[in-house]
């Protein structure tokens, strides 16, 4: 356990000179303008006002940059975490009402506390069952489901935000011939700007000049009189703080919605964040990172806005524009703030058909062919791990997708642990060496012994192929001719009490056989386990395999 003084050791804003000042403030200039246009998405997502989108850019966000060690990593709502929110969150009350943003608000706080705990408790592991295979089915998943939604948007065809994926699909195409043309002229033309835009001038800021020009266009043209939907009027002023009102009961089933969320940024944010320290060579602090996670995600939703994760491509965006520190996340939060008090007028007039376009293009590469393709040359059981997640995250919905996802994982595991890898060692000529090899068709390391390697903990999943594992070995050798089975416990981490019992059984069995039971290469902490469990007894323990062969078979 972890306490959080101990976690908040570290200095604030690392990185940080007056000779890196001028760029840093420009990377925030920058990260200002990405982090508008595409957080009014996120919050259109997740069937939330404008305002919890940018609400989430403040106070979250300053609270996040003085506690993360990172000095890079962006934390705002993404598209998953979007996605997640509506999903979750639409069988409890209509989208856009105030118990809806009131729920909302709890989930993040709930989803903050959950960070909390696994930051004292040391629990950033858990984020490690969720596998490159379970991530890339879940987050194509989501992506997709939101895709659906945006090309609606882009097309002016409306369609029901909180139905499934089918039913979404289907209205889709049935209302394709009532498709608005002046709304697709503005989302082809907005595409075009940020695919061209990102792909030959890939620091501007494309998509906060898609909104500036085609909210001049709507607003010249009375392209809103033909049906051309907008933002409409955003709520003016700086975030307040408030409780959110709702049952204990409510309280308790927003807890697995939050889990889920918990669990998919954790994954996201560790691994990001460890990535670009690497890359840029300095040190970040798992814990740390987790308690800066969990006081945004409770400042967010006690200031207004909505659950926080990182956001990876704004993160690659402020790497390659030279920041290597949290200012630019205060530069933002500082920008929001003035634009909620003095610039709401200019959001109310932003067509939606823009926004969809500018959602999209941030979305689309997180549905990438390119990791299903390359999962069916490298592993077909990790292939249909991922389409599992795919389809349930699409289908069942994405927070049943998160907990198929985990059991997958466990499945896997079990998998791979109940199968471990066994071999019978072969002799070398030379004495010297300790490290016996493995070859094929070996029954006897040396006459009369048989030095035998398994290659896991000893639990109760793969006990029983343990007790096969030892039998086999002897009746291959001959029980005539063997005297000795020596047991190379070298990747042998730990054994359960189910474990133990075979153990025994198996101990008990080679008596019978006249076989003498040695170990080797045992770990000091196993030994202890050994013993505790009786399992040493007279037997005698070898350094190295050879010291084995040497006394065992001059």
Known sequence: MLSIPGLLRGRILAGLTFRTLPRELLAGVTLLAISVPVNIGYAQIAGLPPTTGLYALIVPAVVYALIVSSRQLVASPDAAASALVASSLGGLAVAGSA?????????AIIGGVIFLLCAVFNLGFLADFLSKPILVGFVSGLALDILISEIATMLGVKITSSAGFITRVSELVQGIGEANVWAIAISAASLIVLLLGRRFWPLVPWALIVLILSTA???????????????????????????????????????????SLTMVAMSEGLLVSRAFGERRGY???????????????????????????????RTAAMDHAGSRTQLPTLVTAAGTLLLLVFGTALLEHIPSPAIGAIVAVAVLPLLDVREFVSLWRLSRFELAIAV????????????AGIVIAVVLALVNLARRAANPAIDVLSTTDS???????????????????????????????NAGVFELAVKTAVAEAGPDRLRHLVL?????????????????????????????????????DLELRLEHFDLIDHRTLFGTNQAAIDALAP
């Open 99 to 107: 118990g809806y943003l009131a729920l909302a608000f709890a989930q």
């Open 217 to 259: 266009v709507v607003a010249l043209t009375g392209w809103e009189s033909r049906g051309v939907s907008t933002l409409g009027p955003v709520e003016r002023g700086a975030p307040s703080f408030a409780w959110p009102a709702i049952e204990w009961s409510q309280w308790l089933a927003l807890v697995p919605s939050a889990l």
């Open 283 to 313: 040190r970040v602090n798992p814990g740390r990172d987790l308690l800066a996670f969990g006081a945004a995600n409770i400042a967010s939703g006690l200031t207004g806005g909505f659950t926080v994760g990182s956001s990876t491509s």
């Open 388 to 399: 599992t997640c795919f389809l349930s995250a699409l289908l069942i919905g994405p927070v």
């Open 431 to 461: 004495p010297e060496h300790s490290l016996l090899p493995v070859e094929s068709e070996v029954t006897q390391t040396a006459p009369g012994l048989v030095v035998l390697r398994f290659a896991a903990p000893l639990f109760f999943a």
């Open 488 to 524: 190379d416990m070298e990747a042998v981490t730990d054994i359960d009490v189910t474990a133990a019992e075979r153990f025994h059984a198996v101990q008990l069995w080679l008596t019978e056989q006249e076989v003498e039971l040695h170990y080797s290469r045992v770990r000091p």
